[in-house]
């Protein structure tokens, strides 16, 4: 047999030594057993112990299972035997003897418990140091439970009328007539400071250790702090409030302590990353610093209260319930700041990091789309990138609206949802993983921000999408004038004209005696004529043919038919067709007010290309109190350079002239 396997049967033979003594000392708690002793326990209490001593043996032992050479297994085994084979069934022991074992071996409760905050998690002391620590620890447990064996004074409480078999015992009396009892006080805070040193371990190794060391550790450290919790509340009990409270309050409380460390172990050593130990621990200690202080505000409004309006009062009662109702959410929001700032400074820095962005955003001074280097600095992590999800498309899109496929890097992706929806990804540094407080705190604090940013990247590319349908709708229209230009000059105009023609021979080919036909010839080419003008006219509404040779040619053009004198500056470059276009019109539609509403005396037309951009000015001394409204030609013509992504602007005070202004991009 391998040593390992020895291991493995010595671990299973102790648990079910364990077991086997649980069952005979509750089969006599329900009087199925005989027993030795009279003495009776409640069998309301009968879970607690059976959960106390239960729970470290299962989970030592299976630890032990996996890992034979595990420290910690065996001290929980070992442990968890220890208290129930030597305060567990009456078999051997009578009334006298039981009680003064139980007395005499209390501190069992806490042996293993502090033993394994020595240890924890790796099976090994933080240094040479911390085994006299240890040492010094076993030396006040075990020197107590032995003077305590030899303590002849006489039981307390309901157990008063037993004798106690070490009455009068020469040992016992000798340390009480030679004053040596004091000692009891120096081993009883021997065990008190061995258990704050359990918890100062706890707290060293916790600044020591990260990623998943951290996490085991902080199991321990939040049922561990219960151990020294429990002493003192013992102590209070005993020497203060009296057995009363002991019996009914804190014995229960500290068979639930050996359960909870027990399960925290058996949980950072399996499932450590199972759940959020900072929030558990987090919520533990605002919790607990709430409870308090309530409980302070009530005593201290109940007596203050009662002093001044006398005890028994109902209003007293009722005040302090309300104060204590009011204080509530202050002080809880108080002390999670404060627990926060000491015990998660880097979560708590990240999460103010976030909320001070959100009021920047929330006053107008920051856009939501700046919360990638928002969390790049809360997190620490200056390779952090922010994508948004575009549910319409399934795609992802940067701040900035440019869809791309993910980065495939060293990266982790950590995804951001809302109400089971998906936001956002983030891609960043694989150690965050190790601090789940800090990343899910941050994040937490920012989803808001994030969808209000992801609807606002898909809002712009949708905007952009638009602005491109239209100008694809846009350029189709001014082809469609084009074809239709084209059709009207070499179409119908042309056959007009061809029939003019035909007509003016056919009307010198007639005989002499037909000369009455003349003027009826002479009148059907003049409506040829007129038919060709209007449709000359129609071609130059639908696209004027001298754009055909540039903007400025048909500016010029425009200028020379217009009644009042035009000034035109523009530039001899070309720019894209269906630019020119909407420059002209706009130059025709405010060169049309100003003669027909604004009564102008002068216009000057200007156009220049700066930056990828045509930037056209219309000028006039007319009456001014031009105003575009819905459905006026100045509305129109806003809608035409919009529809070339441009703007176009309408300066026309009262009395002083119009200038409208337009900048519609073009390509470079």
Request: proline share 5%; with cysteine; aromatic share 8%.
């Amino acid at each position: 047999m391998s040593v390992m396997q020895g291991l493995r049967l010595a671990a299973v033979g102790i648990a079910a030594a364990t077991c086997v003594l649980l069952v005979v000392g509750v089969l006599q708690l329900l009087g199925l057993v005989d027993s030795i002793t009279a003495d009776e326990i409640p069998l309301w209490i009968v879970p607690f112990i059976l959960a106390a001593l239960l729970v470290p043996t299962a989970v030592g032992l299976a630890i032990a299972l996996r890992q034979p050479r595990n420290v910690i297994a065996w001290i929980l085994l070992v442990g968890a035997f220890a208290i129930v084979a030597i305060t567990g069934p009456d078999v051997v022991f009578t009334d006298g003897w039981a009680l003064q074992i139980g007395r005499a071996t209390w501190p069992l409760l806490y042996a293993w418990p502090i033993a394994v905050t020595y240890v924890f998690p790796d099976g090994r002391f933080l240094s040479r140091r911390w085994r006299y620590v240890a040492a010094a620890g076993a030396f006040c447990f075990v020197f107590f439970m032995a003077m305590a064996m030899f303590d002849p004074t006489p039981f307390d409480g309901d157990d008063a009328s037993v004798p106690n078999p070490m009455a009068g015992n020469t040992v016992g009396k000798w340390l009480e007539d030679s004053g040596v009892g004091l000692i009891w006080i120096v081993l009883w805070v021997g065990i008190l400071g061995s258990l704050i040193a359990g918890a100062v371990a706890i707290r060293v190794r916790l600044r020591r250790s990260s990623g998943v060391e951290r996490l085991q550790t902080l199991w321990l450290a939040w049922a561990g702090a219960l151990i020294p919790v429990g002493l003192l509340l013992c102590g209070l009990g005993a020497f203060v409030l009296g057995d009363s409270l002991v019996d009914w309050v804190l014995f229960p409380f500290l068979l639930f302590m050996e359960a909870a460390v027990a399960a925290a172990i058996g949980i950072a050593v399996g499932r450590h990353g199972l759940y959020a130990i900072e929030q558990v621990v987090n919520r533990t200690v605002v919790y607990v610093s709430l409870t308090i202080l309530l409980l302070a505000v009530y005593v201290g409004s109940t007596v203050g209260l009662g002093v001044v309006a006398g005890g028994g009062s109902e209003w007293v009662t009722a005040v302090a319930t309300l104060a204590v109702a009011l204080a509530f959410r202050p002080l809880r929001a108080r002390i999670q700041d404060l627990v926060d700032r000491r015990y998660a400074r880097a979560r708590y820095e990240g999460v103010r990091r976030v909320r001070a962005f959100e009021d920047d955003v929330r006053d107008g001074r920051r856009a939501p789309e700046e919360i990638g280097p928002v969390l790049r600095e809360a997190l620490g992590d200056p390779a952090a990138e922010l994508w948004f999800w575009l549910p319409e498309t399934a795609a992802y899109a940067d701040a900035s609206g440019d869809v791309e496929a993910l980065p495939s890097d060293r990266r982790v992706k950590t995804e951001v949802t809302r109400d089971g929806a998906p936001v956002a990804v983030l891609l960043h540094d694989p150690s965050l993983l190790g601090r789940p407080d800090l990343l899910n705190g941050v994040l937490g604090a920012a989803r808001l921000s994030l969808e209000m940013a992801r609807l606002r990247v898909e809002l712009r590319l949708q905007l952009a999408e638009v602005e491109a349908s239209r100008t694809r709708i846009v350029e189709a229209g001014y082809e469609e004038r084009r074809r239709l230009e084209r059709d009207l000059h070499d179409g119908a105009q042309q056959r007009l004209v061809s029939l003019g023609v035909q007509i003016r021979r056919l009307q010198r080919s007639l005989p002499r005696d037909a000369a009455i036909l003349r003027p009826a010839f002479d009148q059907i080419v003049d409506e040829v004529g007129a038919a060709i003008g209007d449709l000359r006219q129609i071609a130059a509404g639908v696209r004027p043919a001298r754009l055909d040779d540039g903007l400025a040619a048909a500016l010029r053009d425009l200028a020379r038919t217009s009644p009042v004198p035009v000034d035109v500056s523009v530039i001899e470059d070309r720019v894209p067709a269906s630019v020119e276009a909407a420059a002209y019109f706009v130059a025709c539609e405010a060169l049309t007010n100003a003669v027909k509403h604004g009564g102008a005396s002068k216009v000057a037309v200007r156009a220049v290309r700066e930056n990828g951009a045509l930037y056209l000015s219309i000028a006039d001394d007319g009456l001014g109190g031009a105003v575009v409204r819905r459905g006026s030609g100045l509305a129109g013509l806003q809608d035409r350079v919009a529809a070339h992504g441009g703007t176009l602007h309408v300066v026309s005070p009262t009395g002083g002239g119009t200038r409208v202004e337009a900048a519609i991009p073009c390509e470079s």
